[in-house]
């Protein structure tokens, strides 16, 4: 006999709490000032089974002024920690993620959909932005500056920018966090983060393993709930300095526009429309191997993720039979069986951005070489789908499919690619297979996105610049780069010497 949805739901709850060797780790309260407060109303689900997995509060604007009101008080403490102190402890922070990593990753697929070997990935480059943010905290070095004056001395100084606010999406619930958390408290800021409602497991499990790792009260504090006005207090709050944000155009838009009003710093990693480009020199079982990586990696939901796929006359019908071939052989399922490599989908509304995409490049002459359905196991899980012949203004080619969708461009030369991968107004990512050396500087310095990728269809990494041009946002995030967001230069004369 079926049990009735709330004895199903608690189940369900048992199960994830049961399978997870700390089960403190699955935690249904906010964070705020050092305390675990709120009720838990609001249900998250498994989208893979759409098992009820647990509730988080539903907070808005007056807690989030609470959040922000603490990481104010926190702020003077945090920032007069010596640097090696504050980098010991996000050490400590970043072994605590390590040793519980299996944890973490089981909640991360149980509440996003990713296969529990992405997951894993995805906690692994998480901790590994913790680490290097850690040893980073030492080099906040100032500078001497020759002066002008023979009785005066310049310098520059960085200092801590102060409270800082972080949104964060739900395709990367783990180390989208860490990317932005770990730089601020080494640089000695105090954080407010809202993690997306779809996915606020995996951030609260982070605070208690914080929590642990002796991350002071009030320096990080995480609050669940509805986006726009806790949004808005973070953007307007007169103690908030730097908002940092992952996710659509469209929001980032107007979290810039509410910042403006306290002439607020930004972070923005907004929507992206990678090109993928195969030249006819390139390698293609490489290419085919780079493009599986870039497509099909979190079920295509990666800002990152190759959205419209080139590939040059001569070899385009190897490449498309290549990579469908192996497109097809994949294993669609829940994240956490073995041999799965695509996941659901996060809600239906992906799935009918994916169905619409691939009704207009149909109805514009693309064919449909694998997949193109929703899979027979229902819910949001989507066949993994390759489409040949696709008219560069197909909508799939201006808009970011964020879904397991591969659309292959037929092109002639580079001129003709390069214009058409410029076409428009997103710059994230870019990749490009080419053999030819004269060929690779070319390209990579035309493409106009803020980080390419030659001959590789996987640049994330916690020691480069991660961040877009155009469209796609403001700021860079990872390698030392990212702890620039985080200061505030001071300069100083002393005079009188
Ligand atoms: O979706 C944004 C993050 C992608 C990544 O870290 O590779």
């Not at 601020?184 to 929590?211: I, Q, R, Y």
């Not at 449909?368 to 799939?396: H, I, M, N």
């Not at 803020?450 to 700021?475: D, H, Q, R």
């Not at 990872?478 to 009188?496: L, P």
């Amino acid at each position: 006999m079926t049990p009735p949805a709330a004895a199903r739901a608690t189940q369900a709850t048992a199960t994830l709490r049961d399978r997870l060797k700390d089960p403190a780790l699955l935690k249904e309260a906010c964070y705020i000032d050092g305390a675990w407060v709120g009720t838990p109303v609001f249900a998250v689900n498994n989208p893979a089974t759409g098992v009820e997995l647990a509730k988080v509060p539903q907070l808005g604007a007056d807690d989030t002024t609470k959040a922000v009101e603490a990481a104010q008080r926190a702020f003077p403490g945090w920032a007069k920690h010596t640097a090696k102190q504050r980098s010991n402890i996000l050490r400590k922070w970043f072994e605590l993620i390590i040793a519980n990593r299996e944890d973490l990753a089981l909640i991360l697929t149980s509440e996003q959909g990713k296969p529990l070997s992405e997951a894993l990935g995805e906690v692994d480059i998480g901790a590994a932005y913790i680490e290097f943010f850690a040893e980073e905290a030492r080099r906040v070095y100032g500078e001497t500056i020759p002066t002008q004056r023979p009785d005066a001395r310049l310098l520059a100084i960085k200092q801590p920018i102060g409270v800082c606010g972080a949104i964060t999406p739900w395709n990367f619930p783990n180390s989208m966090i860490t990317r932005k958390v770990s730089p601020a408290l080494a640089a000695g800021c105090t954080v407010v983060l809202k993690p997306a409602n779809e996915t606020p497991l995996s951030a609260l499990a982070l605070a208690v393993l914080a929590e642990k790792a002796g991350i002071p009260k009030g320096v990080l504090n995480i609050v669940t709930g509805d986006a726009p006005p806790i949004g808005k207090v973070l953007c307007e709050h007169p103690a908030v300095r730097f908002v940092g944000f992952t996710g659509s155009t469209a929001v980032g838009k107007i979290l810039y526009q509410q910042a403006s009003v306290g002439v607020k710093r930004l972070g923005l990693e907004l929507g992206g429309n990678a090109p993928f480009v195969v030249f006819d020199d390139a390698d293609i079982d490489a290419a085919v191997e780079g493009a599986i990586v870039s497509k099909y990696r979190n079920m295509g939901q990666t800002c990152v993720c190759a959205n419209r796929l080139y590939a040059q006359d001569k070899i385009y019908d190897e490449f498309v039979q290549k990579l469908s071939k192996k497109v097809a052989a994949m294993k669609i399922g829940d994240g956490t069986e073995s041999g799965v490599t695509q996941g659901p989908l996060i809600n239906m509304k992906a799935v009918d951005k994916v169905e619409r995409h691939i009704a207009d490049a149909v109805k514009r002459g693309a064919k449909v070489v694998t997949g193109g359905k929703r899979s027979e196991l229902g819910r949001s899980f989507f066949e993994p789908t390759v489409l040949a012949d696709v008219k560069s203004d197909s909508l799939v080619a201006q808009e970011e499919t964020f879904g397991p969708l591969a659309p292959v461009i037929r092109f002639k030369d580079e001129a003709d690619v390069v214009a058409m991968c410029n076409a428009s107004p997103f710059g994230l990512a870019s990749y490009f297979y080419s053999r030819d050396l004269g060929r690779v500087w070319r390209v990579a310095e035309a493409l106009e996105s803020g980080m390419v990728g030659v001959n590789t269809g996987l640049i994330t990494t916690e020691v480069a610049p991660f961040g877009g041009v155009k469209e796609s946002g403001l700021g860079r995030e990872g390698s030392h780069h990212g702890m620039e967001e985080y200061v505030e230069i001071k300069y100083v004369m002393m005079a009188g010497v």
